[in-house]
């Protein structure tokens, strides 16, 4: 027994005079307390640690949290007070202060926290300013009824973005602001804002728009004249070594590019309102880079996400031409077009407020040009009417975009007058593909009922807020065809056009790419050009016979000669084979 | 989304754009706390919404027992009156990758599936194009299905699997710190492991098989299908897959509280390699030679 006690590591340690004596004495409780705390407390010779504090520290996280089932997770809590323990013997940036994540954003709102600068003493009559008006752009308000719609951004977000518009305003020449949505990218997202400029600044950047366009067929003429000095030169170039005197001219290109539409103008069309974005509240607001309709016709035929880089470049086919900044403003261009709807009667025609109504009616109806502005007299439409869903009390406020990627139809037939004959001349040799008949949209306050169905989606889905407090809901549509675009009325003249989305239309099935254009031929099929087999060593034989010098007599030489252009037909045939 | 969570969502809106209006969340917070008194659901989880064009689908699910293996999933048209989602039949998930419309928001509806010559889901390619019925209701569970698969997320550490094998909610997740809620390997996919049990372990340093036993998101093809991002304030971070878009799934950094949410069409998206620029720094090499 006694040995038995030595094995067991003297956890009780005797006397080795009880020993001798032969009899155990009661174990002493304070002894053993503090030989096994003593153990406890000896330390991992490899950690420096030891188990007398590690599981104190346990029992005392387990005591002050009280989790349930706590044995459960007792490795799990094990393991995370050792983790937090663990200090890499290369942590020498402990004593550095870390700022929190917060910081960064603190640093960028307080700008918007604080009261507006009082404005410079100036001259101009406070009405002339022509500042635009912000009262419809308290986001908080606009907020309430995000909610009710299920959309929305937090209310820092929000607060900021009133503030930041405020101060967007007296920056840039602006009369009409308005909280256009948020594109979410891939690694950074984009607030964007519709703005209208003052007339002077269209006036301005038309004045501009005008010389490049002259500009452009400038450099159409030169362009042409140098290709065709070039052309000329090419011979002379290649007299250089006589083997290579009758080398082919080098291929030319073939296609030509359909002429290409003019952008629409600022203040026009697809080009109506200015955009402004950034990625976060705090950023500067960015303006983008008017569309033009190659943008706009490319943008249809590729699918791409934003990354919220907006010089990031578009790899596409169809070559995408501009950066991102330019694929965001034709996408945004799209979506306006196809999502803005305001209830019926809110816009009228510019002339039906003067009492013109009939006759302006017929004459807008025609074409797109006809103006719109907001009916004075505007009676909302009830909440059942707007929540019907044949779509009949939403009316397209935005001109739709064409196939050539203009609000209104560009003839490019007749080329502007003054270009050389020569340009004039090839464009008559070719022949006319699109024909002069003009491309129509569907007018102006057309209803939305009458928008196609893709693929048995219709275009929209309408609800009502609220099916328990009919008093006080709100009409929401929601686009099929470009999810996140939302458009909601509320019980009185408040509507809104919002989009919270990635900026992609929906592909039915899915997207598939333009297919390559067919490879053009080089040269014009010819002798020069074809590969024909190589005559066999039987085939050269019998040539070789048949072109034998004639010493043989008449009589059989004839028969000779039938034999060979026998042979030489079969060569014929052979090589036409071969084509 | 846990259930408690749902009434305030506004919070979350930043990197979303969506949220759950008052009415819609009073709603679910009141009739999912019934519906998980009857079942006896020891938590309950608000899914998502289906969004169909004449009525949207609320998708909610609870456990018992097993966080993973033992969910069950509810759904309904109004957010009041809930039914059992059947599981869903080898049938239908087939069918439903080749269904491109909308949901209707009927559940009894039969939809007309057109499979096209050469179609190789049901074994042989077919001869000639044939129509396949569909119940809207069995698309509806298959959805949820490939959803669940492919793109529900859990951090690293929210799930634990007990001594017993059975898997529930970490008492002791403390959260991902901000450097780890930036990388894809710390979010694991909340569905039945698919790959080898020790596949993400052996993948990790510091690998614990206790809540290392799901697959991560970072191996999904392509890479860069996954996006993550961080709020402006640096609190919440939220991953989103291209594939389905309008699947959201946030955790506040440090904190144990994660969730995801699913507001889409149901529709999976079939073109992410267009999206990304994999080739990127070739073409811009070929274009731009430096």
Same mark, same amino acid.
């Given at each position: 027994?006694?040995?038995? +006690?030595?094995?067991?590591?003297?956890?009780?340690?005797?006397?080795?005079?009880?020993?001798?004596?032969?009899?155990?004495?009661?174990?002493?409780?304070?002894?053993?307390?503090?030989?096994?705390?003593?153990?406890?407390?000896?330390?991992?010779?490899?950690?420096?640690?030891?188990?007398?504090?590690?599981?104190?520290?346990?029992?005392?996280?387990?005591?002050?949290?009280?989790?349930?089932?706590?044995?459960?997770?007792?490795?799990?809590?094990?393991?995370?007070?050792?983790?937090?323990?663990?200090?890499?013997?290369?942590?020498?940036?402990?004593?550095?202060?870390?700022?929190?994540?917060?910081?960064?954003?603190?640093?960028?709102?307080?700008?918007?926290?604080?009261?507006?600068?009082?404005?410079?003493?100036?001259?101009?009559?406070?009405?002339?300013?022509?500042?635009?008006?912000?009262?419809?752009?308290?986001?908080?308000?606009?907020?309430?009824?995000?909610?009710?719609?299920?959309?929305?951004?937090?209310?820092?977000?929000?607060?900021?973005?009133?503030?930041?518009?405020?101060?967007?305003?007296?920056?840039?020449?602006?009369?009409?602001?308005?909280?256009?949505?948020?594109?979410?990218?891939?690694?950074?997202?984009? +607030?964007?804002?519709?703005?209208?400029?003052?007339?002077?600044?269209?006036?301005?950047?038309?004045?501009?728009?005008?010389?490049?366009?002259?500009?452009?067929?400038?450099?159409? *003429?030169?362009?042409?004249?140098?290709?065709?000095?070039?052309?000329?030169?090419?011979?002379?170039?290649?007299?250089?070594?006589?083997?290579?005197?009758?080398?082919?001219?080098?291929?030319?290109?073939?296609?030509?590019?359909?002429?290409?539409?003019?952008?629409?103008?600022?203040?026009?069309?697809?080009?109506?309102?200015?955009?402004?974005?950034?990625?976060?509240?705090?950023?500067?607001?960015?303006?983008?880079?008017?569309?033009?309709?190659?943008?706009?016709? &490319?943008?249809?035929?590729?699918?791409?996400?934003?990354?919220?880089?907006?010089?990031?470049?578009?790899?596409?086919?169809?070559?995408?031409?501009?950066?991102?900044?330019?694929?965001?403003?034709?996408?945004?261009?799209?979506?306006?077009?196809?999502?803005? &709807?305001?209830?019926?009667?809110?816009?009228?025609?510019?002339?039906?407020?003067?009492?013109?109504?009939?006759?302006?009616?017929?004459?807008?109806?025609?074409?797109?040009?006809?103006?719109?502005?907001?009916?004075?007299?505007?009676?909302?439409?009830?909440?059942?009417?707007?929540?019907?869903?044949?779509?009949?009390?939403?009316?397209?406020?935005?001109?739709?975009? +064409?196939?050539?990627?203009?609000?209104?139809?560009?003839?490019?037939?007749?080329?502007?007058?003054?270009?050389?004959?020569?340009?004039?001349?090839?464009?008559?040799?070719?022949?006319?593909?699109?024909?002069?008949?003009?491309?129509?949209?569907?007018?102006?306050?057309?209803?939305?009922?009458?928008?196609?169905?893709?693929?048995?989606?219709?275009?929209?889905?309408?609800?009502?807020?609220?099916?328990?407090?009919?008093?006080?809901?709100?009409?929401? *549509?929601?686009?099929?065809?470009?999810?996140?675009?939302?458009?909601?009325?509320?019980?009185?003249?408040?509507?809104?056009?919002?989009?919270?989305?990635?900026?992609?239309?929906?592909?039915?099935?899915?997207?598939?790419?333009?297919?390559?254009?067919?490879?053009?031929?080089?040269?014009? =099929?010819?002798?020069?050009?074809?590969?024909? =087999?190589?005559?066999?060593?039987?085939?050269?034989?019998?040539?070789?016979?048949?072109?034998?010098?004639?010493?043989?007599?008449?009589?059989?030489?004839?028969?000779?000669?039938?034999?060979?252009?026998?042979?030489?037909?079969?060569?014929?045939?052979?090589?036409?084979?071969?084509? | 989304?846990?259930?408690?969570?749902?009434?305030?969502?506004?919070?979350?809106?930043?990197?979303?754009?969506?949220?759950?209006?008052?009415?819609?969340?009073?709603?679910?917070?009141?009739?999912?706390?019934?519906?998980?008194?009857?079942?006896?659901?020891?938590?309950?989880?608000?899914?998502?919404?289906?969004?169909?064009?004449?009525?949207?689908?609320?998708?909610?699910?609870?456990?018992?027992?097993?966080?993973? =293996?033992?969910?069950?999933?509810?759904?309904?048209?109004?957010?009041?009156?809930?039914?059992?989602?059947?599981?869903?039949?080898?049938?239908?998930?087939?069918?439903?990758?080749?269904?491109?419309?909308?949901?209707?928001?009927?559940?009894?509806?039969?939809?007309?599936?057109?499979?096209?010559?050469?179609?190789?889901?049901?074994?042989?390619?077919?001869?000639?194009?044939?129509?396949?019925?569909?119940?809207?209701?069995?698309?509806?569970?298959?959805?949820?299905?490939?959803?669940?698969?492919?793109?529900?997320? *859990?951090?690293?550490?929210?799930?634990?699997?007990?001594?017993?094998?059975? &898997?529930?909610?970490?008492?002791?997740?403390?959260? +991902?710190?901000?450097?780890?809620?930036?990388?894809?390997?710390?979010?694991?996919?909340?569905?039945?492991?698919?790959?080898?049990?020790?596949?993400?372990?052996?993948?990790?340093?510091?690998?614990?098989?206790?809540?290392?036993?799901?697959?991560?998101?970072?191996?999904?093809?392509?890479?860069?299908?996954?996006?993550?991002?961080?709020?402006?304030?640096?609190?919440?971070?939220?991953?989103?897959?291209?594939?389905?878009?309008?699947?959201?799934?946030?955790?506040?950094?440090?904190?144990?509280?994660?969730?995801?949410?699913?507001?889409?069409?149901?529709?999976?998206?079939?073109?992410?390699?267009?999206?990304?620029?994999?080739?990127?720094?070739?073409?811009?090499?070929?274009?731009?030679?430096?």
């Amino acid at each position: 027994m006694i040995n038995d +006690l030595a094995n067991l590591g003297s956890i009780i340690e005797i006397n080795p005079e009880e020993r001798d004596l032969g009899r155990v004495a009661l174990p002493n409780e304070e002894h053993e307390f503090v030989y096994a705390k003593a153990f406890l407390q000896k330390n991992s010779t490899v950690t420096g640690e030891n188990l007398y504090d590690h599981l104190s520290e346990i029992l005392n996280k387990i005591l002050s949290e009280r989790p349930e089932n706590v044995v459960d997770f007792f490795e799990e809590y094990c393991r995370k007070i050792k983790e937090k323990r663990f200090r890499p013997l290369t942590d020498h940036l402990e004593d550095i202060y870390v700022a929190p994540g917060r910081y960064r954003l603190a640093n960028k709102l307080l700008p918007f926290l604080r009261p507006l600068p009082p404005e410079a003493p100036s001259t101009v009559d406070p009405e002339d300013l022509e500042r635009a008006d912000m009262t419809k752009n308290n986001m908080l308000d606009l907020l309430a009824y995000f909610e009710i719609a299920g959309l929305g951004l937090p209310r820092l977000e929000m607060f900021c973005l009133t503030m930041s518009m405020r101060q967007l305003i007296r920056a840039e020449p602006i009369t009409r602001v308005r909280f256009w949505g948020k594109i979410f990218g891939m690694h950074k997202n984009y +607030l964007v804002l519709e703005a209208d400029l003052k007339d002077e600044e269209y006036v301005k950047r038309n004045e501009n728009y005008n010389a490049a366009a002259d500009n452009k067929i400038d450099d159409l *003429v030169t362009d042409h004249l140098e290709q065709m000095k070039r052309e000329q030169e090419l011979p002379a170039e290649d007299a250089l070594p006589q083997l290579w005197a009758t080398l082919p001219p080098t291929p030319r290109i073939q296609y030509e590019e359909p002429p290409e539409p003019p952008s629409e103008p600022s203040g026009v069309g697809v080009n109506k309102t200015v955009y402004y974005v950034c990625n976060e509240v705090g950023d500067p607001w960015v303006q983008l880079p008017d569309a033009t309709p190659k943008q706009i016709r &490319i943008a249809r035929q590729i699918y791409k996400t934003f990354t919220g880089d907006l010089n990031q470049a578009i790899v596409s086919y169809p070559l995408f031409p501009g950066t991102e900044r330019n694929y965001l403003r034709a996408q945004i261009a799209r979506i306006s077009a196809g999502t803005h &709807i305001s209830p019926l009667g809110f816009y009228i025609f510019a002339g039906e407020a003067f009492g013109e109504a009939e006759e302006f009616e017929e004459g807008a109806g025609g074409d797109n040009k006809g103006d719109i502005s907001e009916n004075p007299k505007y009676d909302p439409p009830s909440i059942k009417d707007l929540t019907d869903k044949s779509m009949m009390f939403w009316v397209h406020h935005n001109n739709h975009i +064409l196939n050539q990627g203009r609000t209104t139809w560009w003839n490019s037939n007749p080329l502007p007058e003054g270009i050389d004959e020569e340009l004039g001349e090839e464009e008559e040799e070719k022949p006319v593909i699109a024909g002069p008949e003009p491309e129509t949209g569907p007018a102006l306050l057309t209803p939305c009922s009458e928008d196609v169905t893709l693929d048995a989606i219709p275009a929209w889905s309408v609800r009502s807020s609220s099916d328990i407090a009919e008093e006080y809901a709100v009409a929401i *549509v929601k686009s099929n065809f470009w999810p996140g675009a939302y458009g909601f009325a509320a019980q009185g003249k408040t509507f809104h056009n919002v989009y919270f989305g990635s900026g992609l239309k929906v592909m039915v099935p899915n997207f598939s790419p333009n297919p390559l254009p067919p490879v053009e031929q080089d040269y014009p =099929l010819g002798p020069e050009i074809m590969e024909i =087999l190589d005559p066999t060593g039987a085939e050269e034989e019998t040539w070789r016979i048949a072109h034998l010098p004639k010493e043989l007599p008449p009589k059989e030489l004839r028969g000779e000669d039938e034999l060979g252009g026998e042979e030489a037909e079969e060569e014929e045939e052979e090589e036409d084979e071969d084509d | 989304m846990d259930l408690d969570e749902v009434l305030d969502t506004i919070h979350l809106s930043e990197q979303w754009g969506h949220v759950i209006t008052t009415e819609e969340g009073l709603i679910l917070h009141n009739s999912l706390l019934i519906l998980q008194n009857e079942n006896h659901f020891r938590r309950i989880f608000f899914w998502g919404r289906i969004r169909g064009t004449d009525n949207d689908y609320y998708i909610a699910f609870g456990y018992r027992t097993d966080a993973l =293996l033992d969910r069950t999933f509810y759904y309904s048209t109004n957010c009041l009156n809930w039914g059992l989602l059947p599981l869903p039949t080898e049938y239908a998930k087939k069918l439903t990758p080749l269904c491109t419309a909308m949901f209707q928001g009927d559940p009894a509806l039969v939809l007309d599936v057109l499979l096209e010559k050469d179609e190789i889901s049901f074994g042989d390619p077919l001869p000639e194009p044939q129509v396949k019925k569909l119940k809207e209701e069995d698309r509806l569970s298959a959805t949820v299905f490939f959803i669940n698969e492919e793109a529900a997320v *859990v951090p690293r550490g929210a799930l634990y699997k007990r001594a017993d094998g059975v &898997i529930v909610h970490n008492l002791a997740f403390e959260g +991902l710190t901000p450097v780890e809620a930036r990388e894809t390997i710390c979010f694991l996919h909340y569905r039945v492991p698919k790959q080898k049990w020790n596949t993400n372990l052996l993948t990790r340093d510091d690998y614990n098989v206790a809540i290392d036993f799901l697959d991560s998101v970072d191996v999904d093809i392509p890479e860069g299908c996954w996006t993550v991002n961080m709020t402006a304030s640096e609190e919440v971070v939220v991953l989103k897959t291209l594939y389905w878009p309008g699947m959201f799934f946030y955790h506040w950094v440090k904190t144990p509280k994660h969730g995801f949410l699913y507001f889409g069409t149901g529709v999976k998206c079939l073109d992410v390699p267009f999206f990304l620029n994999g080739l990127y720094p070739v073409v811009e090499d070929f274009f731009h030679p430096k």
